[in-house]
Structure formats: structure tokens, C-alpha cells
């Protein structure tokens, strides 16, 4: 999709409607991976693959992109210049992989695209062949996701973490992914109002010419996990040119509503959520320990409720599966040629 000369919140309306009104996020990278064998007990967590094994990466998006999936998120969430380096990598070979994460999503979308038969849903009925919209989102993860310490779920970074620490961090790596290929940027499991600041200005700062999305993590559908108000940041995200969709990810699916309520109480930007699956993360463990997790099917109930609050793109965090976006799917398009497969669960 071209997006030179075409505003944000242009493109995205359009690509909504080109979806039939609403999109389809994909669901738990991580999640997959460790599905397929992968161990991720690391600080670079799924970011380690893009090394050892990109072959998976592209795997995990194809999965999702035949589970109907319209957005396919980067393995690039913790995928920094700092941890590369840290794992005695040059900065030329950590600048490299985090173009590379884009690259292998493009490449799976191509061949996914390039394998589409007669019998797949990526057809109108009037026969005519139509490729459903995909576009590719490059993550950008939060100064607590590189800590790899959990801090992402707290937001308590300290005062010697300013504005400008945020945005030194972040500078080179944003450079990086908004001229890599990718369709829009995706700043991911945003935890408090200053790192959402810090984007705001380095998305103007830098001059980034693609659109962005700012999805924050919420502990209660009202406020961040650091108790900033979502109010407060999805005004941040909703006065930056920029921002095509604001949005919540990585949130237990109850306090979703509520969260899509505080957002359009402040901006008419297009709401994405995509929720965890309501398992809560221990980041002493680095485990996900079972409380109100929420089976596949039944983000069927929630999705309905979610759509009528707003919201116009949902997919699935932490722990949800290609399952999870078929289920979406089946909601949202009435897409019962897409069953859920016990292989995915």
C-alpha cells in the first residue's frame, strides 16, 4: 500500500475499509515460538530468533496471516541496538537484524500472498480474485521491555530515566524501522506518559513519514500500569499527526471496555486493542501464572462488546494463538470457513 503523500489517519481509514470495516491484528508472537521449540529465558526474548532461528519467525507470521490475521507485528519488540550489543554483537550487525525483522514479515506476506488459491477467502464473491489488505507493523517495545526485568508492566523506570534518556534510547532504532519497509510503526505495551511523550516528539523530531499507532498496557481499564491515566496519554497519542490509532495491548481482556471507553473520551482516532490472554506475568520467573485466562473461543464474546465500544482493530497478545485470531475472524467477518484447529491450541 503507497503511503507517500497520504496522511496517517487517511490511510489507515482506508485500509479499514478495504478490510470490510474492520482489521484483524495477529495474536502472541512469543507464544508461538516457544510452540515451536524455542526458549526465550533471555533478555532478548523473541528478538533472539531473528539470530538463531528467522526461519520460525517468518513461520509464526504465515500462521497467522492463514488465520486470517490483516496486521502482521514485527519480531523487533525487544530488538534493540543496546541488547544486541550487550550480547557482543556490533552495531552495524544489531542495526542490521532490526531491519532483518521487517524484512522476513514482507517476505511472508509475499508468499503468502503467492500461495493464495481459488479455495482460500481471499476472494469476492462476485469471483473477481482480491488479496485481503495485510499490512506489516514494526514493533518498537518500551525502555522497560529492553531492561527485560518486567518493568514494562509497572512503568517505574526512576527518576534518572527523563524524557531525553527515552528518547536517546529509542532514536536510532525508530530511524531504522520507519525506513525499512514496514507500512506503520507499532510502540507497543506503552506503560506510562512519559515514554508516550518521548515518542510523540521524536515522531516529529525525526520527521517519520509513515504512521504510527501507540498502544498502551493498563491495569484496570482507567489508567497505565504506572497509574497514569489512559485519558491523559491517549491525548499525547491523539495530538501527534503522526498516530493513525490509539489503542491497548497486553491488558487482561475484562479491563478492555473500559479502556476503549477512557480512549474515545479523548480522541476519534481509530481504537486497536489486542488483549493478553488475562494470565498474569511474574517477572521474577519470567513466567505467566494462570488466573482469569480466557479460552479461544471465548474472545468470541468479548469481541462483539469490544466493537460496539469502538474499537476497530483487534488482535491478540501474550498467549493467545492463531486459535485466538480465528476466533476474531469468525465475529468479525462471519468467517466459519475458518475453524479452529487443534494443531493451534
Request: with cysteine; aromatic share 8%.
Amino acid at each position: 500500500m503507497g503511503l507517500e503523500g497520504v496522511e496517517p489517519s487517511v490511510f489507515v481509514s482506508d485500509f479499514l475499509e478495504k478490510c470490510g470495516g474492520y482489521a484483524v491484528v495477529d495474536g502472541g508472537f512469543a507464544t508461538e515460538l516457544e510452540r515451536h521449540g524455542q526458549d526465550l529465558n533471555d533478555p532478548l526474548w523473541s528478538a533472539k530468533c531473528l539470530i538463531s532461528s528467522p526461519h520460525l519467525v517468518r513461520r509464526v507470521h504465515l500462521d497467522y496471516l492463514d488465520a486470517g490475521a490483516n496486521v502482521i507485528i514485527t519480531a523487533s519488540y525487544q530488538a534493540t541496538i543496546q541488547g544486541f550489543e550487550a550480547k557482543g554483537l556490533s552495531t552495524k550487525e544489531a542495526e542490521t537484524l532490526i531491519s532483518r525483522s521487517v524484512e522476513i514479515a514482507c517476505e511472508a506476506r509475499q508468499i503468502y500472498h503467492d500461495k493464495c488459491t481459488k479455495d482460500s477467502w481471499d476472494f469476492l464473491d462476485n469471483g473477481n480474485i482480491t488479496r485481503r489488505p495485510v499490512l506489516v507493523a514494526a514493533s518498537v517495545g518500551s525502555y522497560g521491555a529492553y531492561l527485560a526485568d518486567g518493568s514494562e508492566y509497572a512503568g517505574n523506570y526512576g527518576d534518572s530515566v527523563t524524557l531525553e534518556t527515552l528518547k536517546d534510547f529509542h532514536r536510532r532504532r525508530l530511524q531504522i524501522l520507519a525506513t525499512s519497509g514496514a507500512d506503520l510503526i507499532a510502540f507497543e505495551t506503552i506503560p506510562n506518559k512519559l515514554e508516550a511523550q518521548a515518542y510523540a516528539e521524536l515522531l516529529e523530531e525525526e520527521g517519520i513519514d509513515i504512521p504510527a499507532w501507540f498502544s498502551f498496557t493498563s491495569k484496570d481499564g482507567i489508567n497505565l500500569v504506572s497509574g497514569d491515566s489512559i485519558c491523559d496519554c491517549a491525548s499525547i497519542a491523539g495530538s501527534c499527526k503522526q498516530v493513525a490509532a490509539v489503542g491497548v495491548n497486553c491488558t487482561p481482556p475484562r479491563f478492555i471496555h473500559g479502556a476503549i471507553l477512557s480512549i474515545r473520551k479523548v480522541t476519534n482516532k481509530p481504537v486497536v486493542i489486542y488483549p493478553n490472554s488475562g494470565e498474569t506475568y511474574d517477572a521474577e520467573r519470567k513466567i505467566w501464572v494462570k488466573s482469569t485466562g480466557v479460552a479461544d473461543e471465548d474472545f468470541v464474546s468479548y469481541v462483539g462488546k469490544w466493537r460496539d465500544a469502538g474499537a476497530f482493530l483487534f488482535g491478540g497478545c501474550c498467549r493467545t494463538t492463531p486459535n485466538t485470531i480465528r476466533a476474531i475472524c469468525r465475529i468479525l467477518f462471519d468467517k466459519s470457513s475458518l475453524p479452529l484447529s487443534k494443531a493451534d491450541m
